[in-house]
């Protein structure tokens, strides 16, 4: 059993996937395409931007000969359907070269791996944009594809194909790997370069910080939720409600309800 950092840090995540073989390894299993690149880039992003919203790439990746290019967006958190949907379009938009032209060069893939609990509890989910026909069958027009990766509903009904990177990944969310279960040489390579004894002072610095930035968005949330339940309760206040019952209502206890008065 090895000691390892969390894959479910954005830091840690880049600095496994961010190696060629195991970006390129990684692609060619869950997309089939296999890659000719020679760099993957951390934190991309374009310098014209699209919408006002800055669009930075977690891993990127574009291989000019096959015609494609890749990201791969680590999520730990909600809303990423829609998030990594509108990054997806910007690097497709980011291509359009004039009114004349609206198709793009290359064709864009997106895989999106999730750490955190999502509410369809499902382990893969697909945007395939290609048109269909009455009978559902594809024109073969457009190849672009948003593939996200719930890696907490990795199962026995995962395609394995996919199932031996997600189980490592979630593996990983526990701080510890038994690598003897993990036969590719890549994901090999993923567990070694992880390792909590290989883990740098920066590294663990910026650990702490997306910790730090988690913790505080979800004691926002839980406040909101408060709030939201005292208004509630002032509400059936004013309706003269009795405060044991509002209490079994709310959640609320009577000294916060009675409070309220």
Known sequence: ???????????????????????????????????EIDKVETEKSFEQRIGN?????????????NRVIVEIQHQNGSDYYDRFLHYHCVALLEQAANYRNYKPNLTVYTIVVLTSADNHKTDVAVIDFDPKDRAGNPLNEIKHKVIYLAVKYVDENTPEIYREWLSAIKESLTEQIEETNYHRPELQT????????????????????????????????????????????????????????????????????????
């Open 1 to 35: 059993m090895k000691q390892v950092a969390s894959l479910q840090y954005g830091v840690i995540f880049k600095k496994a996937f961010s190696q060629i073989d195991v970006f390129k390894a990684f692609v060619k299993d869950i997309v089939g395409i296999d890659l």
């Open 53 to 65: 919203i800055k669009v930075e790439f977690d891993l990127y990746a574009e291989d000019l000969k």
């Open 190 to 261: 993923v567990i070694n370069s992880i390792a909590k004894n290989l883990v740098s002072p920066e590294e663990k610095y910026w650990m702490i910080e997306e910790y730090n930035f988690e913790d505080d968005k979800k004691k926002k949330f839980a406040e909101g939720i408060k709030q939201g339940k005292l208004e509630v309760a002032k509400g059936m206040l004013a309706e003269d409600l009795k405060p044991e019952t509002i209490a079994k209502l709310t959640g609320l206890t009577q000294i916060e309800i009675e409070n309220l008065r």
